[in-house]
C-alpha cells in the first residue's frame, strides 16, 4: 500500500489524484469501499465513520460499513430521507458540516440515545453515480476532542468521491458477470448435449476447462 503511506504525507489538493492512484492498484472492488472508510476514519481521526446506501425503494438508507465502538449496533438501523444530518445530505445531494448537532435542528438524536454514543459534530458528503445520490459517506466526531471543521468536510468530499467511483466500478462488474452468467445459461439451455458415453463426457470436460 505504498499510495496508502504517500496520501498521509500529501498536500490536500494531491489527495485526490493520490487516492486514484490507490484505487487502480486495487483488484477487489467489492472490498474497496471498506478500504475507504476504514482510512478515512483513520486519517480524519475520527470517532466513527459509516457508509449508508440508498435502499431500492429510494426512500431509505442503510448502514452498509461502520467503523467505531458502536458499529455492530448501529448497522441495524435505518435512516429515512430526509431524517437527520445523513438523511438531510441524502435529499439534497449537498455536504454538511455540523460543528455542534446540539444546536441544528435538523440533528435525530435517536440512534445515538439508542446506543448510547454521545455525538457533538458530524460532517456528510453525498455518493452520487451520474448525478445521482445513492448514499451518503459520514464522520463522527475527532478523536482529538475537537469538533468536525471545514478542512475534514473537505478531505471527506474527497473520499466521498473516490468511493462512489469504487462502487461504481464493482457494480459494474457485478452487471457484467451477472449478464455472463445469463448468456451461459440460454446458450446451455439451447444447446443440450444428449448422450452419456465416456467419450462425450470426457469432450464436454476438456470443452469446459478450455473455456475457463
Same mark, same amino acid.
Given at each position: 500500500?505504498?499510495? +496508502?503511506? *504517500?496520501?498521509? =504525507?500529501?498536500?490536500?489538493?494531491?489527495? +485526490?489524484? !493520490?487516492?486514484?492512484?490507490?484505487? =487502480?492498484?486495487?483488484?477487489?472492488?467489492?472490498?474497496? %469501499?471498506? +478500504?475507504?472508510?476504514?482510512?478515512? /476514519?483513520?486519517? +480524519?481521526?475520527? *470517532?466513527?465513520?459509516?457508509?449508508?446506501?440508498?435502499?431500492?425503494? *429510494?426512500? =431509505? &438508507?442503510?448502514?452498509?460499513?461502520?467503523? /467505531?465502538? @458502536?458499529?455492530?449496533?448501529?448497522?441495524?438501523?435505518?435512516? *429515512?430521507?430526509?431524517? /437527520? #444530518?445523513?438523511?438531510?445530505?441524502?435529499?439534497?445531494?449537498? %455536504?454538511? &458540516?455540523?460543528? !455542534?448537532?446540539s444546536q441544528d435542528k435538523r440533528w435525530d438524536q435517536t440512534?445515538?440515545? !439508542?446506543?448510547?454514543?454521545? =455525538?457533538?459534530? #458530524?460532517?456528510?458528503?453525498?455518493?452520487? #453515480?451520474?448525478?445521482?445520490?445513492?448514499?451518503?459517506?459520514?464522520?463522527?466526531?475527532?478523536?482529538?476532542?475537537?469538533?468536525?471543521?471545514?478542512?475534514?468536510?473537505?478531505?471527506?468530499?474527497?473520499?466521498?468521491?473516490?468511493?462512489?467511483?469504487?462502487i461504481r466500478s464493482a457494480r459494474r462488474l457485478e452487471s457484467t458477470h451477472r449478464k455472463n452468467?445469463?448468456?451461459?445459461?440460454?446458450?446451455?439451455?439451447?444447446? @443440450?448435449?444428449?448422450?452419456?458415453?465416456?467419450?462425450?463426457?470426457?469432450?464436454?470436460? !476438456?470443452?469446459?476447462?478450455?473455456?475457463?
Open positions: 500500500m505504498r499510495y +496508502l503511506n *504517500k496520501m498521509y =504525507t500529501s498536500p490536500p489538493l494531491q489527495y +485526490l489524484n !493520490d487516492l486514484s492512484a490507490w484505487v =487502480t492498484g486495487v483488484q477487489d472492488f467489492e472490498q474497496l %469501499p471498506n +478500504l475507504i472508510i476504514d482510512t478515512a /476514519g483513520k486519517m +480524519l481521526q475520527a *470517532k466513527a465513520s459509516s457508509l449508508l446506501l440508498l435502499n431500492e425503494d *429510494k426512500e =431509505t &438508507l442503510r448502514f452498509d460499513i461502520t467503523t /467505531g465502538d @458502536k458499529k455492530d449496533e448501529i448497522k441495524k438501523y435505518h435512516v *429515512k430521507m430526509g431524517q /437527520g #444530518i445523513a438523511g438531510h445530505v441524502a435529499q439534497t445531494g449537498e %455536504p454538511l &458540516l455540523v460543528s !455542534d448537532v440512534i445515538s440515545e !439508542d446506543v448510547n454514543f454521545k =455525538t457533538k459534530s #458530524i460532517a456528510c458528503s453525498p455518493l452520487k #453515480i451520474n448525478g445521482d445520490v445513492i448514499g451518503v459517506l459520514q464522520i463522527v466526531d475527532r478523536k482529538d476532542g475537537f469538533p468536525l471543521n471545514e478542512n475534514d468536510l473537505h478531505m471527506l468530499n474527497v473520499f466521498a468521491h473516490v468511493c462512489s467511483e469504487a452468467l445469463e448468456l451461459n445459461e440460454q446458450i446451455a439451455q439451447r444447446y @443440450k448435449i444428449v448422450g452419456n458415453s465416456r467419450e462425450l463426457k470426457n469432450a464436454v470436460a !476438456d470443452g469446459f476447462k478450455v473455456s475457463k
